[in-house]
């Protein structure tokens, strides 16, 4: 909440949270004063979201809809749209993104978050919190469907989006609290990249990173070599992990901008 609280104006703002699950982000966008619409695909969580907001007596509208069928009927209707934990499930996150974006308002701001395909995301994702913490049942995740922040990237641009931002966060299950996550100096350069403002289309970000890369005097990499570890790779795809097996890592959120035309 934290995250989205300080870069975007949610009292009065309208806020779609997708794949709302029980409602625990529905409600805190709610609570900040934003105007929040809140959809899954679950029956059994949407019931349990609708008893505790009786419960709890802050409004939301919850729904069990699809994004996608949201979009055809509501298009350009949300300042802000939150998407949490939820892509590394679907079949197709590169659709929900597109549906993301034709539900945001010219300037508006879509929050994703997913975990990074990395051997420690691996580790402390599926090995950590499935079997040994079992925080989590087994079979939750599937390392394959993992997303490194590179392809999120360019889902966004495919989408027409800008993006704004990429930020590891590190999950303490022992403190409840989720924080941000440092990486290295040699790669710091990665983490807050901000796409010129005014571009008529996203295709115009391409060769940002390596901009900002030749700007720090860092070794250019390329999306698409296949080697592992940080050579060949977007730094960004390559944020380390914390070292606590119980600490689940949720490497990138990426914040994205509607872009105008």
């Not at 599937?142 to 590179?150: E, L």
């Amino acid at each position: 909440l934290g995250y989205v609280r300080e870069r975007a104006q949610l009292r009065g703002a309208r806020v779609l949270d997708v794949g709302c699950g029980a409602g625990l982000l529905s409600e805190a966008l709610a609570r900040e004063g934003a105007e929040v619409t809140a959809i899954d695909l679950a029956p059994d969580l949407i019931k349990v979201a609708k008893l505790h907001r009786l419960e709890s007596g802050v409004e939301v509208d919850y729904r069990l809809t699809p994004v996608e069928t949201l979009a055809e009927e509501a298009p350009g209707s949300f300042d802000a749209i939150t998407c949490m934990e939820m892509l590394e499930h679907v079949p197709d996150p590169g659709a929900i993104i597109a549906a993301c974006a034709t539900l945001l308002k010219p300037g508006g701001r879509l929050f994703l978050s997913t975990l990074n395909r990395t051997p420690a995301a691996f580790a402390l994702a599926i090995v950590g919190a499935e079997y040994v913490a079992r925080m989590l049942p087994k079979g939750t995740h599937q390392y394959r469907d993992f997303i490194k922040p590179s392809e999120l990237a360019a889902w966004l641009r495919a989408a027409r989006l800008e993006l704004e931002d990429v930020s590891g966060l590190i999950y303490d299950p022992r403190r409840h609290a989720a924080r941000g996550f440092t990486v290295p100096a040699t790669l710091r350069f990665a983490r807050h990249l901000h796409a010129p403002v005014g571009l008529p289309r996203l295709a115009a970000v391409d060769g940002l990173e390596d901009a900002v890369a030749r700007r720090h005097n860092q070794p250019v990499l390329d999306d698409h070599d296949p080697a592992d570890g940080i050579v060949g790779q977007r730094t960004s795809d390559c944020l380390p992990s914390g070292s606590a097996i119980s600490a689940v890592e949720h490497p990138a959120i990426e914040r994205a901008r509607i872009n105008p035309l």
